[in-house]
């Protein structure tokens, strides 16, 4: 029935050997937090801000955006908030920003690159995010009464790069007098995945791109529809990237979580938890049957699994091993 399978939809994402993977969805805009929810999503992981300098045509101020995050917040109830600091460049280009055209926009300025770079954009982001954690909003969620907001930057590749937003995050926020929020970065250089251990010592949180982590592995850029068939994200060179990560990161007792496509993909959501992963943040429609499989599995399978599919020769390999754990099932 109806009812039975919204109360499936509400139950923790949790193997029956008991391990519980966090939830998040992939949403913009207040108004989709509704759907999210009701699709079992436990908050959002990955918002991503690109949208409010594209939908208007113009770059929104300070006010504006803290409006926004705010209203966000207020949607989620207590429920935590995973904002993406803005990532313009490659696929995502803003034309009333008039950037300097680039031969290959994405291996240019784009993401982290972009925000060290123009504080003029970064700054106004940041101190509305500030602003949206100091001011906290009503829960009726667990989480309390702060505001559980997190901020994460894009395209990280090198350590620099994070001290140097870290110092920015920190200056606005002692300026307004904010309470701390973790900071996380995105994995989705290669550099990033094989760096991770370096990486996971100076942020609070990893969230892996894996749309741009297959891309940058494969060199095959995410827009080309000829090679799209080739740009699998359970491709074992992308999988063993994510496995370091895992690694990288459980050094420093940090938390990872993937907000790419295949973490909204069954199979690859079970892969994903067996290579370590804490966290999955996909689109609203791709909940329930990721939540449904990873019910059904025990982490101790997937883990058996993962390191199978790590040392698979190619991405088809990977994917055929669905069907054989699908038949040793029956
Ligand atoms: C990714 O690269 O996997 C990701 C989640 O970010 P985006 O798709 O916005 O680049
Ligand atoms: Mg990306």
Do not use: W
Request: proline share 7%.
């Amino acid at each position: 029935t109806q009812e039975a399978e919204a109360r499936e939809r509400g139950l923790p994402a949790r193997t029956r050997d008991g391990h519980a993977l966090a939830i998040g969805a992939n949403v913009n805009t207040p108004d989709q937090v509704p759907f999210a929810l009701s699709q079992g999503a436990e908050g959002v992981g990955l918002m991503r801000t690109e949208f409010l300098f594209l939908e208007r045509g113009e770059t929104p101020g300070e006010d504006d955006q803290y409006a926004t995050y705010r209203a966000m917040l207020e949607a989620l109830r207590g429920r935590p908030l995973i904002v993406r600091a803005l990532d313009i460049g490659g696929d995502k280009q803003v034309p009333h920003l008039a950037l300097p055209k680039e031969e290959n926009p994405f291996l240019g300025v784009r993401g982290a690159r972009l925000l060290l770079r123009r504080p003029d954009l970064m700054e106004p982001q940041l101190r509305a995010l500030y602003r949206a954690a100091k001011d906290g909003v009503p829960a009726d969620a667990p989480g309390g009464k702060d505001a559980p907001l997190s901020i994460m930057f894009p395209m990280i590749t090198s350590v620099p790069e994070v001290l140097a937003l870290r110092d920015a995050c920190e200056r606005i926020r002692a300026e307004i007098a904010a309470p701390a929020v973790p900071l996380g970065i995105m994995i989705e250089v290669p550099a990033a995945a094989i760096q991770a251990d370096a990486l996971a010592a100076h942020c609070d949180f990893f969230s892996i791109g894996t749309n741009d982590l297959t891309q940058y592995a494969l060199a095959i850029d995410r827009q080309n529809t000829e090679l799209a068939p080739e740009a699998d994200s359970l491709h074992p060179a992308v999988l063993r990237l994510v496995r370091m990560t895992c690694e990288g990161a459980a050094r420093h007792g940090r938390f990872v979580g993937v907000c790419g496509g295949i973490a909204g993909d069954p199979f690859g959501a079970g892969l994903l938890a067996g290579l370590g992963v804490h966290e999955l943040s996909m689109t609203p429609r791709d909940l329930p049957a990721v939540k449904a499989r990873l019910r059904a599995a025990s982490l101790a399978e997937l883990k058996a699994l993962a390191e199978e599919a790590c040392a698979q020769p190619d991405a088809a390999a990977v994917r055929a091993l669905d069907r054989s754990s699908g038949d040793r099932a029956e």
